[in-house]
């Protein structure tokens, strides 16, 4: 059988929880589907200029911990998974720089930007949640019939988060006619996770599902990632 290889985007740091976490999570996924997996980390400063090294990765995951050294590095990344339809899915920094790369690429909003590199920015796409998000957790609804939604089978699930910063509320008619489309809200109505319409699997959340790794269980938007991958 063929080894699945997914690209971890982002600058590792092993004193950071997700990253710990996203190994662990991968491990189970593919126990959980009986895939044989392999991952690399790839630095954002590496695909500034261009994204040559993800051309082996059957599925590119976007990681939290944000800012990142490159942030053209990881829009690149996420721009290629989006265009080629290779398997996508974004985790915390993930969710807020796919938001990005969809409003600047897709929705004309050349000049969005994420207020924590740019807090002076006229285009704030990515701005400072309302209330923080540190090491919180929260109930999640999800949308039954949605990609996510297939993959959770539930309409309220709990997730834990490690964020400050999310889609700014003054553009969420961005997410409204598609083709990314909320799958995910919190109870106050706050965009917790987005898809994109059509057959490929790209996925981002607000929230760090990798975190369930860290108790033993198998995610179910990551074995959906991993089987998409496969």
């Not at 700014?168 to 919190?186: E, I, K, M």
Request: net charge negative; glycine share 10%; hydrophobic share 45%.
């Amino acid at each position: 059988m063929k080894t699945v290889r997914i690209a971890l985007v982002g600058d590792h740091d092993p004193r950071v929880t997700a990253h710990r976490a996203i190994p662990c999570a991968l491990e189970l996924a593919g126990l959980s589907l009986g895939v044989p997996l392999a991952w690399e980390w790839v630095g954002t400063d590496l695909l500034a200029d261009g994204v040559a090294p993800l051309s082996a990765a059957d599925g590119i995951w976007v990681v939290p911990n944000s800012p990142y050294r490159s942030e053209a590095g990881a829009i690149a990344a996420i721009r290629h998974a989006r265009e080629t339809g290779r398997p996508f899915f974004g985790t915390c920094a993930g969710f807020q720089h796919a938001v990005l790369e969809f409003a600047r690429h897709v929705a004309g909003l050349g000049r969005a930007a994420h207020a924590e590199l740019e807090p002076d920015a006229d285009t704030p796409v990515i701005a400072a949640l309302e209330c923080g998000l540190v090491e919180q957790a929260g109930d999640v609804l999800i949308e039954l019939d949605s990609r996510v939604g297939r993959a959770y089978g539930s309409s309220r699930v709990r997730e834990t988060y490690h964020c400050n910063y999310g889609l700014n509320p003054r553009y969420r008619h961005l997410l409204s006619t598609g083709p990314l489309r909320v799958s995910a809200r919190d109870p106050a109505g706050e965009v917790r996770a987005v898809e994109l319409d059509g057959p490929a699997f790209f996925v981002a959340t607000l929230f760090q599902p990798e975190r369930a790794a860290l108790a033993g269980r198998a995610h179910p938007l990551i074995n959906a990632f991993v089987g998409a991958a496969a």
